[in-house]
């Protein structure tokens, strides 16, 4: 478009185009804040109307005087604008009006204050009227200030001020029109002075491109047209030199983008190599991390499980000791797992974090519960203080969180001798969507010096040498926690001073989430007083809390003596002290004094909870009533504690599995493992709980084995051959389905630790999970939480202490298999007979991977044979396993004849079986 016009056309474009948009714009923002200013006065105007209408009609308001209402209605139409005025009673019942009907429906809001709805060319008001202004209006009648005596209601039309900006913005239009025709005329006097001048430059121009260098312009009439003229007379004069110098150029410059194009393009090829090879290498770091978890974990399982089954055996103290260490070797290890999978995770940056829905105050206190043991074993206190004003319902990755502060407690019970750790939660900053938290650990330990702090963050390094030979760890903790809080968007420092202990603080900015209605419900404890003992001031003050947060009301008492004395005085009062929650000590108040207390309290009408430190729960269980619903760790958790005080003032709060469901009954247990090792370790750990279990080693078999009898609880194994964990899942929701029957809730039992495995298992059907190596504490926990009944370890009968182990190369040991088995004959029994059942099929196995020589495969044969050795008392065939596997790994020429002995120590522990069956 713009090419079809001349130097006329275009000089005059250029003056009137930025002209009339100037014009424009300057009269359309004027005219709009002229009109913004108009209706802000209209507003306002209404505003002041209706406040003024307010005290004169509150005394005919207060008097239902509808005669004086219509009076001052109708004058009020004499005001500018006013279209309608209407006066309501208190309940909104019409008392008079003027005017015509109100175009607009009624504002909606709180009803203390002016309201106003515009829209339909009118804006309508609505003010409650109080007795406030009565006295406004000098009625000298006393009457309550805030009473409610009516409402007024006011209509302005927009009309009139839509004139007056009609006129305006016509005013403005003819000033910018007659703007433009002058600017318009201008620029035709000054296109005529270029346009000339301009004609005969082209057509010398003309001259030029058609090869006439003799061409030479004229003076035009002006300096500026007179140099123009010269610089192509001068153009001309060295076009000839110019262009053959430019063709040089461009030749020159063509080779150059030549050659810089293939250098490009074989980096190119080099950087994709390159990523590919980057790729892969993570691809196979990630494989290699997920196999190496699977593999560490696997047999450390065995380790923790058989260790913790042979510690229940009769042991020398010695053997104890060593059992002990070997337990808390295999506790660091796992540890040391998974803080190196996290920091490879971090570090390769394939962590991913969650963004889901979770409650503030269920996670901090679920981190102190998994740390209250360790920290009661040192007699340290764990103390829990979410002020008021926090919010509890966010988004974000509540387990990760969790592992932060977690780790921030643990490190603080590490180096704590004596004291308290107290973990605080606040809010910094808050709008409608965020919240901006500081959550802090703080401790009385040994505190940190500023050179420790200054390597604090850093990877593999301790904070203090001679402190880490004694609490131990890798170093990673805080590395991980640091990478993890700033992957969410937060940061974390300490504050510590050496003797005096330290302050590590959190601060992270979370999304909210919706409020959860369901997070506390006060209807059974509503307005129940409740007395507290609890000799720690922090300890008393967040049960203080906590217990107000579950609608409470809380008097606190130093003695024990003192708040019998308080309830039974209240007793026949008006408001009685109905429960009582304790925190006791072994020292403070022992078991057999507190239950006569308790008892004491219940002749009085007022139920109690106890609160202890885990360590010395066995103590306080044998000496309440109802240890069941009437005792409970410390530090305590406001959802169990708030449950187990509605419990305790209505059973009928129960859950209704649990009503439904006697909680004397062992719940019905299926295990699901491919491992016979495994399998038999968590059948023998909830058998010795008191628990039903049946235990097959295939998804295949689950499957037949829940379709006729039925189950409370499935164990299930992930990695199994032919239908895995996953598949078999699927399986059984798809048959329940079918037969619409409530869901088997699943517990998944997996060895990785790699990201996203717990929301795949959570996605495929499974309902929670374990991660290998399991404990009794794990599974008797799972198990009460999906099935409601309890699991209790009465211990079962052992036999005489093991004895040593036998020589190595004895074929068949039954001492030794007595002592793997943790003093039980029968599992010994089992897992030799285990064992022997499946020798002939292993010989056979191995056999054919030697005569296909698959060495791949006979290293699997051979490792499988070599683990199920290790759970019986064949010292002979174990040493021989262990020699072939390892020649075969090392591809080592010797492993013939190894595999020789193997064949041959398998043919000898068979017969010897047989003539001791």
């Given at each position: 478009m713009f090419?079809?016009?001349?130097?006329?056309?275009?000089?005059?474009?250029?003056?009137?185009?930025?002209?009339?948009?100037?014009?424009?714009?300057?009269?359309?923002?004027?005219?709009?804040?002229?009109?913004?200013?108009?209706?802000?006065?209209?507003?306002?105007?209404?505003?002041?109307?209706?406040?003024?209408?307010?005290?004169?009609?509150?005394?005919?308001?207060?008097?239902?005087?509808?005669?004086?209402?219509?009076?001052?209605?109708?004058?009020?139409?004499?005001?500018?604008?006013?279209?309608?005025?209407?006066?309501?009673?208190?309940?909104?019942?019409?008392?008079?009006?003027?005017?015509p009907s109100m175009l607009n429906p009624t504002p909606e809001g709180e009803g203390n204050r002016l309201l106003q709805r515009s829209g339909n060319d009118a804006t309508r008001f609505l003010l409650p009227v109080f007795g406030r202004h009565r006295s406004l209006a000098g009625d000298p009648i006393a009457d309550d200030p805030e009473r409610l005596l009516g409402w007024v209601e006011l209509e302005l039309s927009h009309h009139g001020t839509l004139l007056r900006g009609y006129r305006s913005l016509v005013t403005s239009l003819l000033l910018i029109v007659t703007g433009l025709g002058v600017t318009a005329l201008l620029a035709l006097h000054m296109s005529r002075t270029i346009n000339e001048p301009l004609r005969r430059i082209k057509q010398s121009v003309s001259q030029l491109k058609e090869g006439r260098l003799e061409t030479r312009l004229p003076p035009l009439g002006s300096h500026e047209m007179d140099e123009l003229a010269s610089g192509i007379n001068r153009m001309a004069e060295s076009l000839q030199n110019a262009q053959e110098e430019l063709q040089h150029s461009i030749d020159q410059a063509t080779e150059d983008v030549r050659q810089n194009l293939e250098t490009i393009e074989i980096q190119n090829i080099e950087l994709d190599f390159a990523r590919k090879e980057a790729l892969e290498a993570s691809r196979i770091k990630s494989e290699f991390l997920a196999n190496m978890s699977h593999e560490i974990r696997t047999p450390l399982n065995g380790i923790l499980g058989f260790t913790n089954l042979l510690q229940k055996s009769e042991l020398t103290p010695r053997q104890q000791d060593y059992l002990g260490?070997?337990?808390?070797?295999?506790?660091?290890?796992?540890?040391?797992?998974?803080?190196?999978?996290?920091?490879?995770?971090?570090?390769?940056?394939?962590?991913?974090?969650?963004?889901?829905?979770?409650?503030?105050?269920?996670?901090?206190?679920?981190?102190?519960?998994?740390?209250?043991?360790?920290?009661?074993a040192k007699h340290l206190e764990l103390v829990s203080l979410v002020y008021r004003d926090t919010p509890l319902s966010l988004i974000g990755d509540p387990l990760r969180l969790k592992q932060v502060l977690t780790n921030l407690v643990s490190n603080a019970i590490k180096f704590t001798r004596e004291g308290t750790i107290v973990m605080r939660a606040m809010v910094e900053d808050e709008s409608t969507d965020r919240a901006q938290l500081r959550i802090s650990v703080q401790d009385t330990g040994i505190g940190l010096s500023n050179e420790d702090l200054r390597a604090l963050f850093q990877a593999f390094s301790q904070a203090d040498n001679s402190m880490s030979r004694q609490a131990g760890g890798t170093g990673l903790g805080l590395v991980i926690s640091k990478r993890l809080i700033e992957q969410m968007g937060g940061e974390i420092g300490v504050a510590s001073t050496p003797g005096e202990g330290s302050e590590f603080w959190v601060?992270?900015?979370?999304?909210?989430?919706?409020?959860?209605?369901?997070?506390?419900?006060?209807?059974?404890?509503?307005?129940?007083?409740?007395?507290?003992l609890e000799s720690h001031e922090l300890a008393r003050q967040a049960l203080q809390h906590q217990l107000e947060d579950c609608g409470l009301q809380v008097s606190q008492y130093q003695h024990l003596d003192s708040l019998l004395e308080a309830v039974a005085a209240q007793q026949h009062g008006d408001s009685p002290i109905g429960l009582a929650v304790l925190g006791v000590t072994a020292q403070e108040l022992p078991p057999e004094r507190l239950s006569q207390r308790i008892w004491d309290l219940e002749r009085l009408g007022c139920k109690s909870l106890v609160l202890c430190p885990t360590t010395e729960q066995t103590l306080y269980h044998e000496s309440l009533p109802d240890a069941h619903s009437q005792l409970q760790a410390k530090p305590a958790c406001t959802r169990?504690?708030?449950?187990?005080?509605?419990?305790?003032?209505s059973p009928r709060h129960l859950r209704a599995e649990a009503a439904s469901m006697p909680s004397s009954r062992p719940p019905r247990l299926l295990c699901v493992d491919d491992n016979a090792a495994n399998l038999l370790l968590v059948q023998t750990l909830l058998g010795d709980m008191r628990a039903d279990v049946s235990a097959v080693d295939s998804g295949y078999a689950a499957l037949a084995i829940i379709q006729k009898k039925s189950f409370d609880l499935i164990f299930m194994d992930v990695q199994m051959?032919?239908?895995?964990?996953?598949?078999?899942?699927?399986?059984?929701?798809?048959?329940?389905?079918?037969?619409?029957?409530?869901?088997?809730?699943?517990?998944?039992?997996?060895?990785?630790?790699?990201?996203?495995?717990?929301?795949?298992?959570?996605?495929?059907?499974?309902?929670?999970?374990?991660?290998?190596?399991?404990?009794?504490?794990?599974?008797?926990?799972?198990?009460?939480?999906?099935?409601?009944?309890?699991?209790?370890?009465?211990?079962?009968?052992?036999?005489?202490?093991?004895?040593?182990?036998?020589?190595?190369?004895?074929?068949?040991?039954?001492?030794?298999?007595?002592?793997?088995?943790?003093?039980?004959?029968?599992?010994?029994?089992?897992?030799?007979?285990?064992?022997?059942?499946?020798?002939?099929?292993?010989?056979?196995?191995?056999?054919?991977?030697?005569?296909?020589?698959?060495?791949?495969?006979?290293?699997?044969?051979?490792?499988?044979?070599?683990?199920a050795t290790r759970y019986c008392g064949v010292p002979q065939l174990r040493a021989a396993c262990q020699r072939s596997e390892t020649l075969l790994k090392q591809n080592d020429p010797a492993a013939k004849v190894a595999l020789d002995e193997l064949d041959a120590a398998i043919t000898r522990l068979a017969s010897e079986a047989k003539l001791n069956a």
């Open positions: 090419k079809d016009l001349g130097i006329k056309g275009r000089v005059l474009l250029l003056t009137l185009l930025p002209t009339s948009l100037l014009a424009l714009v300057l009269g359309g923002y004027f005219t709009w804040v002229q009109l913004s200013d108009l209706h802000a006065q209209l507003l306002q105007r209404g505003q002041m109307i209706v406040e003024q209408l307010a005290p004169l009609a509150a005394p005919a308001l207060a008097r239902q005087d509808t005669q004086l209402l219509n009076r001052i209605a109708s004058e009020s139409l004499d005001q500018p604008d006013v279209r309608a005025v209407r006066f309501l009673s208190a309940e909104h019942a019409h008392l008079a009006h003027a005017g260490t070997i337990e808390k070797s295999a506790d660091s290890l796992q540890g040391i797992i998974n803080e190196i999978l996290d920091f490879s995770k971090i570090e390769a940056g394939k962590l991913v974090l969650e963004n889901i829905p979770f409650n503030l105050r269920d996670v901090l206190q679920d981190a102190l519960t998994i740390l209250a043991p360790a920290a009661h601060s992270l900015s979370l999304p909210k989430a919706r409020d959860d209605a369901e997070d506390l419900p006060r209807a059974p404890l509503l307005g129940r007083r409740v007395a507290i169990k504690l708030q449950r187990a005080l509605a419990e305790l003032v051959p032919g239908m895995d964990g996953r598949q078999t899942t699927e399986a059984i929701r798809q048959w329940e389905a079918e037969r619409e029957s409530g869901p088997i809730p699943i517990i998944a039992l997996t060895a990785h630790a790699l990201a996203n495995e717990k929301r795949t298992l959570l996605q495929g059907g499974m309902d929670d999970y374990l991660t290998k190596p399991i404990s009794e504490r794990q599974l008797a926990q799972v198990v009460l939480k999906w099935t409601g009944l309890a699991l209790r370890n009465h211990g079962p009968d052992r036999s005489a202490e093991s004895s040593p182990a036998s020589l190595n190369h004895r074929v068949l040991d039954a001492e030794e298999g007595l002592r793997l088995a943790a003093g039980k004959a029968d599992l010994a029994a089992d897992m030799l007979s285990m064992l022997l059942a499946s020798l002939d099929a292993d010989r056979q196995a191995i056999r054919q991977a030697r005569d296909a020589d698959d060495r791949i495969a006979l290293i699997e044969r051979v490792h499988r044979l070599h683990g």
